[in-house]
């Protein structure tokens, strides 16, 4: 197997973080036989089995060695009961595979990286293949793309249980972008700069953060990189893989998850200030996005609880 997506998954819940003066998780990596070969010749050892796979809260499986063979009958049983049991399950990368065959992705939307996606859609079609976005939510199991992808994933289940700051604390010392959306495109173009347009798409992309809570649109937004609205969009696309409406809602979200965390102040109140139009825009798009309501949101992270159901709020 390879380690960087187990790496990801230990770097993220398995390092002690008192500095953050909330209980940490407890991570154990399970494996059904105790010595596991790794990419390079290297081998992992590991006293816990799937006795203890079964019995965790949260279970991540980080791969599978190979996409064209299911996962063996005893993992599939302790796949299962876990999911019984209530725990959350997640995959990175092509552990999708691991999940659907164990029959837990059936019926539901799922991602895997997208060279594997057309097979992940043959082998499984039960399942819902989406191949274009990061990683999906699907609240009780939660799927993401390849490698990289899954530190997005993981940041985002730490935002889940711990809210905005404490998400991005961990990044900051993981010297990555504190969130990237779950829609965002697997691939782009050109993540990097690679010409001065793209330099004037960055500085628009600071300038709009600065100035959420004002009308913004796309003709603005290419009036401050100083393009045309087409030649805005199409080097926006190319940079960041989403569209400036989809990017400025998202960024819009997450700017008010600390406020609903830290402050008192209405839902009203805080769909003004982060710039939507109207309370029931700002609850349409966050509902989506989250899977919850403003209210429960709040609720749920003053009390520590899981999110509850999206409905009024």
Do not use: K
């Not at 406020?259 to 805080?270: A, D, G, M, N, W």
Request: charged share 20%.
């Amino acid at each position: 197997m390879s380690v960087f997506e187990t790496g990801i998954v230990t770097e993220v819940f398995g390092l002690p973080r008192p500095e953050l003066d909330v209980a940490w998780y407890d991570l154990r990596v399970c494996a059904e036989r105790p010595v596991v070969p790794v990419l390079g010749g290297a081998t992992l050892h590991t006293p816990y089995g799937l006795t203890e796979l079964a019995e965790a809260g949260t279970v991540i499986v980080p791969g599978v060695p190979d996409v064209t063979v299911g996962p063996s009958p005893d993992l599939v049983g302790a796949l299962r009961r876990a999911h019984r049991r209530g725990a959350r399950l997640l995959s990175i990368c092509s552990g999708a595979f691991a999940l659907a065959g164990a029959g837990l992705l059936d019926g539901r939307r799922a991602t895997t990286h997208w060279r594997y996606a057309d097979l992940l859609a043959r082998r499984h079609p039960a399942v819902d293949v989406d191949p274009d976005v990061l990683y999906v939510d699907g609240g009780d199991v939660l799927t993401s793309a390849g490698s990289a992808a899954g530190l997005d994933l993981c940041l985002h289940l730490v935002r889940r249980d711990h809210g905005t700051a404490i998400a991005n604390a961990v990044a900051r010392r993981l010297v990555i972008p504190p969130h990237r959306d779950g829609g965002q495109a697997q691939f782009v173009q050109a993540p990097v700069p690679a010409d001065p347009d793209d330099d004037r798409i960055a500085g628009s992309l600071a300038w709009a953060l600065a100035h959420l809570a004002e009308p913004l649109t796309v003709q603005r937004l290419a009036r401050q990189a100083g393009m045309s609205s087409r030649t805005y969009l199409r080097h926006f696309a190319r940079a960041t893989g989403t569209s400036p409406i989809r990017w400025l809602v998202g960024q819009r979200i997450r700017a008010s998850l600390a406020l609903l965390e830290s402050t008192e102040l209405p839902v009203e109140r805080i769909a003004a200030t982060v710039g939507f139009d109207t309370p029931v825009t700002y609850r349409h798009h966050f509902t989506r996005a989250m899977r919850t309501s403003p209210s429960a949101y709040r609720r749920a992270f003053r009390s520590g609880g899981p999110p509850a159901a999206a409905g009024p709020g």
